[in-house]
């Protein structure tokens, strides 16, 4: 595991989605509407579209039928092809967590920089 | 032709509307709409769930796993599905509770009880009989009082 320093903790606003690529890996990088960081895989487990070229949406549940939630604080990137939602923290897609995520990496914010792990 | 899509229909609208989710012991059995379509049928729903769960965000299961669980569906018509088939359908649908035997009699387009003929013995007791027993679990008391 190695540390990259990537830019400025500023550089990107809360909401963007951008593609970036580490020690010669695509990775899916956002930042969340409270400005925290996410880096995944930039290639959805299903036909491996590029996840940066996704939509940032905030999770939805529901308890019965036509009741549509947003839940405080959870985010998905929705995939532009077929429109996979994948947790941004974790990867699980959540309508099939046990057979489909993608892979997540660690980003931290170190002295002003944002640093992913892998 | 329309039975199998009434079935589907059905099944569509129960799940899709949570009603497997509100109510845990629901179950629900499909008569004479045939066997061949039920594989396909969970994969094509899972793969629009995994893409549309956001329009039915009350769903929280993968389609085929209701299925297996509540869903039921008689064997009558086997039309020219074999043995050999209906095997796969079995190992396709992962499931060998999902099948009832019946033969739709009187009717004059009803299924023989040979039907089964050639399928491995465990899963033909399944079909027969066990699979029934569990979907109606009154029948044992009332069949050895």
Same mark, same amino acid.
């Given at each position: 595991?190695?540390?990259?320093?990537?830019?400025?903790? /500023?550089?990107?606003? &809360? $909401?963007?989605?951008? $593609?970036?690529?580490?020690?010669?890996?695509?990775?899916? *990088?956002? =930042?969340? &509407?409270?400005?925290?960081? !996410?880096?995944? @895989?930039?290639? !959805?487990?299903?036909?491996?579209?590029? *996840?940066?070229?996704?939509?940032?949406?905030?999770?939805?549940? $529901?308890?019965?039928? $036509?009741?549509?939630?947003?839940?405080?604080?959870?985010?998905?990137?929705? !995939? &532009?092809?077929?429109?996979?939602?994948?947790?941004?923290?974790?990867?699980? !897609?959540?309508?099939? %967590?046990?057979?489909?995520?993608?892979?997540?990496?660690?980003?931290? +914010?170190?002295?002003?920089?944002?640093?992913?792990? =892998? | 032709?329309?039975? %199998?899509?009434?079935?589907?229909?059905? #099944?569509?609208?129960?799940?899709?509307?949570?009603?497997?989710?509100?109510?845990?012991?629901?179950?629900?059995? @499909?008569?004479?709409?045939?066997?061949?379509?039920? &594989?396909?049928?969970?994969? =094509?729903?899972?793969?629009?769930? =995994?893409?549309?769960?956001?329009?039915? %965000?009350?769903?929280?299961?993968?389609?085929?796993?209701?299925?297996?669980?509540?869903?039921?569906?008689? +064997?009558?018509?086997?039309?020219?599905?074999?043995?050999?088939?209906?095997?796969?359908?079995?190992?396709?649908?992962?499931? /060998?509770?999902?099948?009832?035997?019946?033969?739709?009699?009187?009717?004059?387009?009803?299924?023989?009880?040979?039907?089964?003929?050639?399928?491995?013995?465990?899963?033909?007791?399944?079909?027969?009989?066990?699979?029934? #027993?569990?979907?109606?679990?009154?029948?044992?008391?009332?069949?050895?009082?």
């Amino acid at each position: 595991m190695k540390k990259h320093v990537l830019f400025p903790v /500023d550089e990107m606003k &809360p $909401g963007e989605i951008r $593609g970036v690529t580490v020690d010669n890996l695509d990775l899916m *990088l956002l =930042r969340t &509407p409270e400005g925290q960081y !996410c880096a995944l @895989l930039d290639r !959805c487990s299903h036909m491996a579209a590029k *996840l940066s070229l996704g939509t940032l949406v905030p999770m939805i549940t $529901g308890d019965f039928g $036509g009741d549509f939630q947003l839940v405080d604080g959870e985010w998905v990137v929705r !995939c &532009p092809w077929h429109r996979y939602e994948f947790d941004v923290k974790t990867g699980v !897609c959540p309508a099939d %967590p046990k057979h489909v995520r993608v892979r997540s990496y660690e980003v931290t +914010t170190e002295d002003g920089q944002v640093v992913v792990t =892998r | 032709m329309a039975a %199998p899509q009434a079935g589907q229909n059905q #099944l569509l609208s129960r799940i899709s509307a949570g009603l497997f989710d509100r109510w845990e012991g629901l179950r629900v059995n @499909l008569l004479e709409t045939g066997v061949a379509w039920v &594989p396909w049928f969970m994969w =094509r729903l899972d793969q629009q769930y =995994r893409e549309l769960r956001a329009e039915v %965000p009350w769903v929280k299961q993968l389609p085929s796993d209701h299925m297996r669980r509540a869903v039921r569906v008689s +064997t009558q018509p086997m039309t020219d599905v074999n043995a050999k088939n209906f095997m796969k359908l079995v190992e396709m649908a992962e499931s /060998d509770r999902m099948y009832l035997f019946a033969t739709d009699y009187p009717h004059y387009d009803a299924d023989s009880i040979s039907v089964l003929n050639g399928v491995d013995k465990e899963l033909q007791d399944r079909i027969r009989y066990k699979n029934a #027993l569990e979907s109606f679990p009154r029948m044992e008391k009332l069949i050895n009082g």
